[in-house]
């Protein structure tokens, strides 16, 4: 497909499978800010490998001392959508993350008035007055993998080791398109640290070609991104899709060697978790031998929970177990 729009081109890579490299380069004009149904940017197939690069979450506006959050013309830019062939809806799409670059040397936090866990926002209203905004840049040595955070009213200033990962990651929602800040059972802005290099996710596939996104890199983020933003990064990404076919998941999943993990996205909190907690149980019984209840006592015991984010539309929670303490798979193949 030849998008004049883009940058696009494909090109095979050197290796044993000799498996297809689909490259992209977005201008800002290219840039989505919806997960839904859209003309695809590239038809990849199954064992493609997707070369890409994203936008942060400011557009690459924010610069410089002086630069406001009026010049951002959106929220969480979108790189895509990759049509997946042989994607069709009661499928998983496998997206195995491979490699994640910061791509530049600097990154931005910010605080913005209505947003932010502990702000007033349209859930919580208060009568006191808002948090101001205010930006903070972050310096980035990608040789000592680590950046530097400064603070504004003091002469502090502290290292951050990097974690790079995708805060959007997800496919088109199944009867509406979906804004671009909100997570749900598409994935989209689930601000997870699990989407980073070396795990996999999975995604429940409700259109053909399942639609997949990616944007609002960060160079690193604390639990709950409890200010409204991580260390925001754009992003030079690489991964490898497949497809389960006939295999029907409910919500966005990750593993890695280590563990398996459950992803929950809703307000109030504790559904949050309900819902991370229900479909990790679902995963396990459905792969191994244990029983729901066998299942629900041990990760009583051993299970874990992490919320990725608190001030979007929609929360996160991601429940974890890790394999060690889980009996063998019934096909018999190892975790």
Same mark, same amino acid.
């Given at each position: 497909?030849?998008?004049?729009?883009?940058?696009?081109?494909?090109?095979?890579?050197?290796?044993?499978?000799?498996?297809?490299?689909?490259?992209?380069?977005?201008?800002?004009?290219?840039?989505?800010?919806?997960?839904?149904?859209?003309?695809?940017?590239?038809?990849?197939?199954?064992?493609?490998?997707?070369?890409?690069?994203?936008?942060?979450?400011?557009?690459?506006?924010?610069?410089?001392?002086?630069?406001?959050?009026?010049?951002?013309?959106?929220?969480?830019?979108?790189?895509?959508?990759?049509?997946?062939?042989?994607?069709?809806?009661?499928?998983?799409?496998?997206?195995?993350?491979?490699?994640?670059?910061?791509?530049?040397?600097?990154?931005?936090?910010?605080?913005?008035?209505?947003?932010?866990?502990?702000?007033?926002?349209?859930?919580?209203?208060?009568?006191?007055?808002?948090?101001?905004?205010?930006?903070?840049?972050?310096?980035?040595?990608?040789?000592?993998?680590?950046?530097?955070?400064?603070?504004?009213?003091?002469?502090?200033?502290?290292?951050?080791?990097?974690?790079?990962?995708?805060?959007?990651?997800?496919?088109?929602?199944?009867?509406?398109?979906?804004?671009?800040?909100?997570?749900?059972?598409?994935?989209?802005?689930?601000?997870?640290?699990?989407?980073?290099?070396?795990?996999?996710?999975?995604?429940?596939?409700?259109?053909?070609?399942?639609?997949?996104?990616?944007?609002?890199?960060?160079?690193?983020?604390?639990?709950?991104?409890?200010?409204?933003?991580?260390?925001?990064?754009?992003?030079?990404?690489?991964?490898?899709?497949?497809?389960?076919?006939?295999?029907?998941?409910?919500?966005?999943?990750?593993?890695? @060697?280590?563990?398996?993990?459950? =992803?929950? $996205? /809703?307000?109030? #909190?504790?559904?949050?978790? &309900?819902?991370?907690? !229900? *479909?990790?149980?679902?995963?396990?019984?459905? @792969?191994?031998?244990?029983?729901? =209840?066998? $299942? /629900?006592?041990? #990760?009583?015991?051993?299970? &874990?929970?992490?919320? !990725? *984010?608190?001030?979007?539309?929609?929360?996160?929670?991601?429940?974890?177990?890790?394999?060690?303490?889980?009996?063998?798979?019934?096909?018999?193949?190892?975790?």
């Amino acid at each position: 497909m030849k998008l004049a729009a883009a940058v696009l081109c494909l090109a095979v890579a050197s290796t044993a499978a000799a498996q297809t490299v689909v490259r992209y380069e977005p201008k800002e004009s290219d840039l989505k800010y919806l997960f839904g149904v859209a003309r695809p940017v590239a038809t990849v197939k199954p064992g493609d490998i997707i070369d890409t690069k994203t936008f942060d979450c400011f557009v690459n506006k924010i610069r410089k001392p002086g630069d406001t959050l009026a010049m951002v013309p959106g929220d969480n830019p979108l790189t895509g959508p990759f049509y997946i062939e042989g994607a069709e809806p009661g499928d998983t799409l496998v997206v195995k993350i491979l490699e994640l670059t910061v791509d530049g040397d600097q990154g931005v936090g910010a605080l913005a008035p209505g947003f932010g866990a502990l702000n007033a926002t349209n859930y919580t209203p208060m009568l006191h007055t808002p948090v101001p905004e205010k930006i903070w840049f972050y310096a980035i040595d990608r040789a000592k993998n680590e950046a530097t955070f400064s603070a504004l009213d003091s002469k502090f200033s502290t290292r951050i080791p990097l974690h790079p990962f995708l805060g959007c990651l997800g496919v088109a929602p199944a009867l509406e398109s979906r804004s671009s800040v909100t997570p749900a059972e598409h994935g989209g802005n689930m601000d997870a640290p699990e989407a980073s290099a070396g795990n996999t996710a999975y995604f429940p596939v409700t259109q053909k070609g399942a639609l997949l996104y990616l944007g609002d890199g960060h160079a690193a983020m604390g639990d709950g991104e409890i200010a409204g933003t991580a260390i925001e990064v754009p992003m030079h990404a690489r991964m490898q899709v497949d497809v389960i076919k006939g295999q029907k998941i409910a919500w966005p999943r990750f593993e890695n @060697e280590r563990q398996i993990m459950a =992803l929950g $996205a /809703y307000r109030p #909190l504790d559904d949050t978790l &309900r819902i991370a907690f !229900t *479909e990790l149980i679902g995963w396990i019984t459905s @792969e191994t031998t244990l029983s729901q =209840l066998d $299942a /629900y006592q041990l #990760l009583s015991q051993v299970g &874990r929970v992490h919320v !990725t *984010e608190m001030v979007d539309p929609n929360y996160v929670v991601i429940a974890s177990i890790d394999k060690k303490f889980l009996p063998p798979r019934k096909n018999g193949k190892p975790w």
